[in-house]
C-alpha cells in the first residue's frame, strides 16, 4: 500500500497488465531463443543420431565432429568469416560517414539546393532501374563485380536512412548552436565534426547498427556480383549451401547422380555449426549499440 | 506559382523517366535482333582466318556443379597447356552451386549481354527451352560441319534432332545415357534378411507380397515410400507435355500421339487404386503427402523400396553414395525423349567473341579423352591415382581440391574413367551397357517437340494449382480414388482442360506434319 504514494505511481502499470505483459514478452522471447538453442543443440549432436532420431536440445549423442568439419573445410569458412568481419567493419564506417554528410547537408536550411538533393534521394525511394541497368552498371560500367567493392559500393547510400538522418539533424541540432560556432570562428567541417556529430549520435548509432545488420547478413550482392569462390562472404556460402540442398531435393527434372551430390554437401550438424558461427560476431555488436539505440529509434519515430 | 513551378518540374522527371526506360527497351530490342547477324558475319571471316594462323583467345566457360574447387587454378594450368598447341586458347572454367547460385548469375549475364563464351544449359537449369528461343545462344547448326564433325558424328541424328528447337540446334548435349526408364530401388540387405526373391517381380503390382512381409517384419522401416513429387505415379511414365505438374501426355511407350489427360487414364485410377489399398495396409506411411525430403529416410535404411527413373548401374551408383545397399528393378521400357537429349548441355553465348573457337573447344572436349578426364578429375597422381587401366580412386588430395563429380554434365561421358569403387570391371564395360541402352532405347513419336504453352499460360496456371490441391493424396494413397478422383477431373475440367489439351494436340499434330 505504501508504494501507491510513490511519486512513480502514474507511470506504473496495474499488477494485472504488468503480468501479462511479462507472460506475453517472456513467450515472445522463448520463442525467438528456442529454435535458436535448437541450432546451437543439433550443432553439436553426431550427424547419424539426428537421421534416425530428429532434432533434439540436448545432443543424445555429443559430438563435435561438425565444429571439426567447418575447421577443417578450413580456409574456405575462415576467410569467408574473415571477410564477413571486414567487409561489415569497412563498409559500415564509410557508409554511415557518407550518409551523415549527406543527410548534414540537405538538413541545413541555409543550403539553396537542399531540395534538389533531396528529392534525388527521395526519386530512388520510389523508382529504381530494375535488375538488369542495376547489374550492367555494376559490371559494365564501374566494373567492381568480383572485387570486394562489390559488397560495399552498393549498398554505401540507403534513401531511407539519409531521410532518418536528416529529419534527426533538423531536429536534434538547433540552429543557433550552428550560428554560434560559426560566431566563435568554426568552419563548415569543424562545426559538422565537433558540434553536430556529438549531438547526433543516437541517431548515427542507429543507423550504424542497421547498416552493419545490413552487411552482415547480405547475401545478394555476391549471389549477383560476386564469381571468385574466394570472396565470398559467411552469409552467401550459408546461402548457397542451403538453396543447393533445397533444390536438389526438389530438381526432379534431374535425373542423374543427385544422390551422390547431396553426400557431398555439408552434413545437417555441419550446417547447423555453420549458422551459430554466423551469429557470433553480430550478437556482440548489439550492447555496443544498445546504449543509444533506444533513443535513436523513439526519436527518429517521433518526431520523423 | 510555385505549385505551377513544381507540377511542372514533376512532370518533366516523370517523361524523363519514362522516356529512359522506354529507351532501354528499345535498346535491348535493337541489341537482341542485330546480334544474330553480326556474330554470324564474323563467325564467316574468322574461320576463313583459322586456317591459317589463330589468334590466343581466352573461353570463360560456366558451368552447374558444387562450386568452384580449391585447386581449379592448378588444373587450368595444366587444361591450357593442352589446348595452347592444339587450339591457342585458353579456358577459364567456374564451376557454380546447384540453385540460385547458377540459376541467378546466369540469368543476369545473359539479360545483361555480358561477354562470356560457353555455358552449361539444361531443362532444368538456365532453361535451354526458354533462352535458346529468346536468342540467347548461338544457332550451332551451320557451324557443326566445319568445326564439330566428330560430336556431330558421336550424337548422331536421333539426339542431335531431339535437341533442337524449330530444326535449330543451340546447344551440344552430353553425350551419355539419352533415354530413361522406371523401375524400383529396392533396399537389397532388408529383401535378404527377409527372404524376398526379387527376381519375381515383373511389374508394378508385383512388389505388393514382399511389401507385406517387411510390413510385419520390420516396424520403422517404410515398405513402399512414394511422396509428393517423388512419386510412384511416375512409373506410368506418361510423356508429359509441359512438366509433372500439368495434366495433359501421351502415351510414354511411344504407340501413338494422342494427348489425352493422364490423370484420368485406365492406368491412372488402377494405380491410385492400388496405392489406396496398400496406404490402408499401412505399406506408406501415413504422412506421405506432407513429406518432401524423401532422401534422409533412405540413407537412415529405413525405405524399403521406392520408384525411381533407372539407367544400367544406378542401383550402384544410389549404393556408393547413400551407404544402403541398393538393387533396381527395370519395370518400364527404355524410351528417348526430349526430356533426356537437354537433360546437360552446353551452349555457346551470343555475347561470345569467339563462337567458333568455343566450338572448337567443345569438340576437343568431347573427342579427346585426355581432356575430358583432365577436367573431370584432375591432375593424375595429385588428385586421382589409376586402380586399373581406367577404372581410378580419387586422392585425399583430390577429395579436399578438385572433385567435381558432374561427368554427366559435359562432354562425352564415354571417355570418361570410373570410379573403383563401382560395380563394372572397367570403364569399358560401363560404357558399353550404356551404349546398349542408348540403342535399345525406343524414340518418342514427337522427340523434339516441346509444347509452347504461351496460347494457355493462365489455364495451365490454374490446372497446376488443382493438381497440388488433389494429387498428394492420390499419389501417395492417402485418397480413395472412388471419390476423390472424379472431383479431381471435374475441377480440371471446369479450369479449361478441355482447351488445353485441344492446344496441345494442335501442336502436335502440326509437329508431326512437318517432321
Same mark, same amino acid.
Given at each position: 500500500?505504501?508504494?501507491?504514494?510513490?511519486?512513480?505511481?502514474?507511470?506504473?502499470?496495474?499488477?494485472?497488465?504488468?503480468?501479462?505483459?511479462?507472460?506475453?514478452?517472456?513467450?515472445?522471447? +522463448? #520463442?525467438? /531463443? *528456442? &529454435?535458436? =538453442?535448437?541450432?546451437?543443440?543439433?550443432?553439436?549432436?553426431?550427424?547419424?543420431?539426428?537421421? $534416425?532420431?530428429?532434432?533434439?536440445?540436448?545432443?543424445?549423442?555429443?559430438?563435435?565432429?561438425?565444429?571439426?568439419?567447418?575447421?577443417?573445410?578450413?580456409?574456405?569458412?575462415?576467410?569467408?568469416?574473415?571477410?564477413?568481419?571486414?567487409?561489415?567493419?569497412?563498409?559500415?564506417?564509410?557508409?554511415?560517414?557518407?550518409?551523415?554528410?549527406?543527410?548534414?547537408?540537405?538538413?541545413?536550411?541555409?543550403?539553396?539546393?537542399?531540395?534538389?538533393?533531396?528529392?534525388?534521394?527521395?526519386?530512388?525511394?520510389?523508382?529504381?532501374?530494375?535488375?538488369?541497368?542495376?547489374?550492367?552498371?555494376?559490371?559494365?560500367?564501374?566494373?567492381?563485380?568480383?572485387?570486394? +567493392? #562489390?559488397? /560495399? *559500393? &552498393?549498398? =554505401?547510400?540507403?534513401?531511407?536512412?539519409?531521410?532518418?538522418?536528416?529529419?534527426?539533424?533538423? $531536429?536534434?541540432?538547433?540552429?543557433?548552436?550552428?550560428?554560434?560556432?560559426?560566431?566563435?570562428?568554426?568552419?563548415?567541417?569543424?562545426?559538422?565534426?565537433?558540434?553536430?556529430?556529438?549531438?547526433?549520435?543516437?541517431?548515427?548509432?542507429?543507423?550504424?547498427?542497421?547498416?552493419?545488420?545490413?552487411?552482415?547478413?547480405?547475401?545478394?550482392?555476391?549471389?549477383?556480383?560476386?564469381?571468385?569462390?574466394?570472396?565470398?562472404?559467411?552469409?552467401?556460402?550459408?546461402?548457397?549451401?542451403?538453396?543447393?540442398?533445397?533444390?536438389?531435393?526438389?530438381?526432379?527434372?534431374?535425373?542423374?547422380?543427385?544422390?551422390?551430390?547431396?553426400?557431398?554437401?555439408?552434413?545437417?550438424?555441419?550446417?547447423?555449426?555453420?549458422?551459430?558461427?554466423?551469429?557470433?560476431?553480430?550478437?556482440?555488436?548489439?550492447?555496443?549499440?544498445?546504449?543509444?539505440?533506444?533513443?535513436?529509434?523513439?526519436?527518429?519515430?517521433?518526431?520523423? | 506559382?510555385?505549385?505551377?513551378?513544381?507540377?511542372?518540374?514533376?512532370?518533366?522527371?516523370?517523361?524523363?523517366?519514362?522516356?529512359?526506360?522506354?529507351?532501354?527497351?528499345?535498346?535491348?530490342?535493337?541489341?537482341?535482333?542485330?546480334?544474330?547477324?553480326?556474330?554470324?558475319?564474323?563467325?564467316?571471316?574468322?574461320?576463313?582466318?583459322?586456317?591459317?594462323?589463330?589468334?590466343?583467345?581466352?573461353?570463360?566457360?560456366?558451368?552447374?556443379?558444387?562450386?568452384?574447387?580449391?585447386?581449379?587454378?592448378?588444373?587450368?594450368?595444366?587444361?591450357?597447356?593442352?589446348?595452347?598447341?592444339?587450339?591457342?586458347?585458353?579456358?577459364?572454367?567456374?564451376?557454380?552451386?546447384?540453385?540460385?547460385?547458377?540459376?541467378?548469375?546466369?540469368?543476369?549475364?545473359?539479360?545483361?549481354?555480358?561477354?562470356?563464351?560457353?555455358?552449361?544449359?539444361?531443362?532444368?537449369?538456365?532453361?535451354?527451352?526458354?533462352?535458346?528461343?529468346?536468342?540467347?545462344?548461338?544457332?550451332?547448326?551451320?557451324?557443326?560441319?566445319?568445326?564439330?564433325?566428330?560430336?556431330?558424328?558421336?550424337?548422331?541424328?536421333?539426339?542431335?534432332?531431339?535437341?533442337?528447337?524449330?530444326?535449330?540446334?543451340?546447344?551440344?548435349?552430353?553425350?551419355?545415357?539419352?533415354?530413361?526408364?522406371?523401375?524400383?530401388?529396392?533396399?537389397?540387405?532388408?529383401?535378404?534378411?527377409?527372404?524376398?526373391?526379387?527376381?519375381?517381380?515383373?511389374?508394378?503390382?508385383?512388389?505388393?507380397?514382399?511389401?507385406?512381409?517387411?510390413?510385419?517384419?520390420?516396424?520403422?522401416?517404410?515398405?513402399?515410400?512414394?511422396?509428393?513429387?517423388?512419386?510412384?505415379?511416375?512409373?506410368?511414365?506418361?510423356?508429359?507435355?509441359?512438366?509433372?505438374?500439368?495434366?495433359?501426355?501421351?502415351?510414354?511407350?511411344?504407340?501413338?500421339?494422342?494427348?489425352?489427360?493422364?490423370?484420368?487414364?485406365?492406368?491412372?485410377?488402377?494405380?491410385?487404386?492400388?496405392?489406396?489399398?496398400?496406404?490402408?495396409?499401412?505399406?506408406?506411411?501415413?504422412?506421405?503427402?506432407?513429406?518432401?525430403?524423401?532422401?534422409?529416410?533412405?540413407?537412415?535404411?529405413?525405405?524399403?523400396?521406392?520408384?525411381?527413373?533407372?539407367?544400367?548401374?544406378?542401383?550402384?551408383?544410389?549404393?556408393?553414395?547413400?551407404?544402403?545397399?541398393?538393387?533396381?528393378?527395370?519395370?518400364?521400357?527404355?524410351?528417348?525423349?526430349?526430356?533426356?537429349?537437354?537433360?546437360?548441355?552446353?551452349?555457346?553465348?551470343?555475347?561470345?567473341?569467339?563462337?567458333?573457337?568455343?566450338?572448337?573447344?567443345?569438340?576437343?572436349?568431347?573427342?579427346?579423352?585426355?581432356?575430358?578426364?583432365?577436367?573431370?578429375?584432375?591432375?593424375?597422381?595429385?588428385?586421382?591415382?589409376?586402380?586399373?587401366?581406367?577404372?581410378?580412386?580419387?586422392?585425399?588430395?583430390?577429395?579436399?581440391?578438385?572433385?567435381?563429380?558432374?561427368?554427366?554434365?559435359?562432354?562425352?561421358?564415354?571417355?570418361?574413367?570410373?570410379?573403383?569403387?563401382?560395380?563394372?570391371?572397367?570403364?569399358?564395360?560401363?560404357?558399353?551397357?550404356?551404349?546398349?541402352?542408348?540403342?535399345?532405347?525406343?524414340?518418342?513419336?514427337?522427340?523434339?517437340?516441346?509444347?509452347?504453352?504461351?496460347?494457355?499460360?493462365?489455364?495451365?496456371?490454374?490446372?497446376?494449382?488443382?493438381?497440388?490441391?488433389?494429387?498428394?493424396?492420390?499419389?501417395?494413397?492417402?485418397?480413395?480414388?472412388?471419390?476423390?478422383?472424379?472431383?479431381?477431373?471435374?475441377?480440371?475440367?471446369?479450369?479449361?482442360?478441355?482447351?488445353?489439351?485441344?492446344?496441345?494436340?494442335?501442336?502436335?499434330?502440326?509437329?508431326?506434319?512437318?517432321?
Amino acid at each position: 500500500m505504501k508504494h501507491n504514494e510513490n511519486s512513480n505511481t502514474l507511470n506504473t502499470v496495474s499488477p494485472f497488465w504488468n503480468g501479462l505483459f511479462h507472460v506475453i514478452f517472456t513467450l515472445y522471447s +522463448l #520463442a525467438c /531463443i *528456442i &529454435p535458436l =538453442l535448437l541450432v546451437i543443440g543439433v550443432s553439436f549432436t553426431d550427424e547419424k543420431t539426428v537421421v $534416425t532420431s530428429g532434432y533434439n536440445f540436448i545432443p543424445k549423442v555429443f559430438s563435435l565432429e561438425a565444429y571439426k568439419w567447418v575447421v577443417k573445410s578450413g580456409d574456405a569458412i575462415v576467410r569467408a568469416y574473415g571477410l564477413s568481419i571486414m567487409i561489415t567493419i569497412v563498409g559500415t564506417i564509410l557508409s554511415v560517414s557518407i550518409i551523415a554528410m549527406f543527410a548534414y547537408v540537405i538538413s541545413r536550411k541555409d543550403f539553396k539546393y537542399r531540395n534538389t538533393f533531396s528529392f534525388i534521394v527521395f526519386f530512388t525511394m520510389i523508382f529504381n532501374g530494375g535488375l538488369v541497368p542495376w547489374y550492367m552498371v555494376y559490371t559494365n560500367f564501374l566494373h567492381i563485380n568480383d572485387t570486394l +567493392l #562489390a559488397y /560495399i *559500393i &552498393p549498398s =554505401l547510400v540507403n534513401a531511407w536512412y539519409v531521410m532518418i538522418m536528416r529529419t534527426f539533424f533538423q $531536429t536534434n541540432v538547433p540552429d543557433s548552436i550552428i550560428e554560434s560556432a560559426k560566431i566563435d570562428g568554426a568552419g563548415e567541417f569543424r562545426t559538422f565534426i565537433q558540434i553536430v556529430i556529438p549531438l547526433a549520435k543516437p541517431g548515427l548509432a542507429t543507423i550504424a547498427l542497421f547498416q552493419t545488420l545490413g552487411f552482415w547478413n547480405d547475401w545478394y550482392l555476391p549471389l549477383m556480383l560476386i564469381e571468385n569462390a574466394k570472396l565470398y562472404n559467411l552469409q552467401y556460402i550459408l546461402y548457397k549451401t542451403l538453396t543447393a540442398i533445397q533444390y536438389l531435393a526438389t530438381a526432379s527434372n534431374m535425373t542423374q547422380g543427385t544422390a551422390e551430390i547431396l553426400a557431398k554437401l555439408p552434413s545437417e550438424t555441419a550446417r547447423m555449426a555453420m549458422c551459430v558461427l554466423a551469429i557470433g560476431p553480430i550478437i556482440l555488436a548489439y550492447p555496443f549499440f544498445q546504449k543509444y539505440f533506444v533513443k535513436g529509434l523513439t526519436v527518429g519515430a517521433v518526431k520523423g | 506559382m510555385q505549385k505551377a513551378k513544381r507540377l511542372i518540374g514533376l512532370i518533366l522527371v516523370l517523361c524523363l523517366a519514362v522516356t529512359f526506360v522506354v529507351g532501354c527497351g528499345n535498346d535491348d530490342g535493337a541489341s537482341n535482333s542485330t546480334s544474330p547477324s553480326t556474330s554470324t558475319a564474323s563467325g564467316s571471316s574468322v574461320a576463313a582466318d583459322s586456317s591459317v594462323v589463330l589468334d590466343p583467345v581466352e573461353l570463360k566457360w560456366y558451368v552447374i556443379g558444387n562450386g568452384q574447387p580449391k585447386d581449379m587454378d592448378a588444373v587450368l594450368a595444366k587444361v591450357n597447356d593442352y589446348l595452347k598447341p592444339k587450339i591457342n586458347a585458353t579456358l577459364k572454367l567456374s564451376i557454380f552451386t546447384w540453385g540460385d547460385d547458377f540459376e541467378q548469375k546466369m540469368g543476369a549475364k545473359v539479360a545483361s549481354g555480358e561477354e562470356f563464351d560457353i555455358t552449361f544449359t539444361s531443362n532444368w537449369a538456365l532453361n535451354y527451352l526458354q533462352n535458346a528461343p529468346k536468342g540467347a545462344f548461338v544457332d550451332l547448326t551451320p557451324m557443326l560441319d566445319q568445326y564439330a564433325p566428330q560430336t556431330k558424328a558421336l550424337l548422331g541424328d536421333k539426339v542431335i534432332k531431339g535437341a533442337s528447337i524449330d530444326g535449330k540446334l543451340f546447344a551440344i548435349p552430353t553425350n551419355k545415357e539419352m533415354a530413361h526408364n522406371w523401375g524400383f530401388l529396392i533396399n537389397k540387405d532388408l529383401a535378404d534378411k527377409n527372404g524376398i526373391d526379387i527376381s519375381t517381380i515383373k511389374k508394378f503390382e508385383d512388389i505388393e507380397p514382399a511389401l507385406k512381409i517387411i510390413k510385419e517384419k520390420e516396424p520403422g522401416v517404410e515398405p513402399f515410400q512414394t511422396v509428393v513429387g517423388e512419386s510412384a505415379y511416375r512409373i506410368l511414365d506418361f510423356e508429359k507435355m509441359v512438366d509433372d505438374n500439368v495434366p495433359g501426355a501421351i502415351y510414354g511407350d511411344g504407340r501413338d500421339t494422342k494427348v489425352i489427360n493422364d490423370f484420368d487414364s485406365p492406368e491412372a485410377k488402377t494405380l491410385f487404386t492400388t496405392l489406396h489399398n496398400w496406404f490402408k495396409a499401412g505399406y506408406i506411411r501415413k504422412d506421405a503427402d506432407t513429406i518432401t525430403d524423401w532422401q534422409a529416410n533412405r540413407k537412415a535404411g529405413k525405405v524399403f523400396s521406392a520408384v525411381a527413373s533407372l539407367k544400367p548401374g544406378k542401383d550402384g551408383e544410389e549404393s556408393v553414395s547413400s551407404g544402403i545397399n541398393w538393387v533396381q528393378v527395370d519395370i518400364t521400357k527404355p524410351m528417348a525423349t526430349t526430356r533426356e537429349m537437354t537433360g546437360a548441355m552446353q551452349a555457346i553465348s551470343k555475347s561470345s567473341k569467339n563462337p567458333e573457337r568455343s566450338l572448337m573447344f567443345l569438340e576437343l572436349f568431347n573427342t579427346d579423352p585426355e581432356l575430358c578426364n583432365l577436367i573431370n578429375y584432375g591432375i593424375e597422381g595429385t588428385h586421382y591415382t589409376k586402380v586399373a587401366d581406367t577404372k581410378i580412386e580419387v586422392t585425399q588430395a583430390g577429395k579436399d581440391g578438385y572433385n567435381p563429380g558432374t561427368p554427366w554434365m559435359f562432354g562425352n561421358q564415354f571417355n570418361t574413367y570410373i570410379y573403383d569403387s563401382e560395380k563394372f570391371d572397367s570403364a569399358t564395360a560401363k560404357w558399353d551397357q550404356f551404349k546398349a541402352y542408348n540403342e535399345s532405347a525406343t524414340a518418342s513419336p514427337i522427340l523434339g517437340f516441346t509444347f509452347n504453352s504461351e496460347p494457355v499460360k493462365t489455364k495451365v496456371a490454374a490446372l497446376t494449382g488443382i493438381k497440388k490441391q488433389f494429387m498428394p493424396g492420390l499419389e501417395t494413397g492417402k485418397s480413395d480414388p472412388a471419390t476423390v478422383l472424379p472431383k479431381f477431373i471435374d475441377k480440371l475440367k471446369a479450369a479449361g482442360l478441355d482447351d488445353v489439351l485441344a492446344e496441345m494436340q494442335k501442336q502436335v499434330d502440326t509437329f508431326s506434319a512437318n517432321k
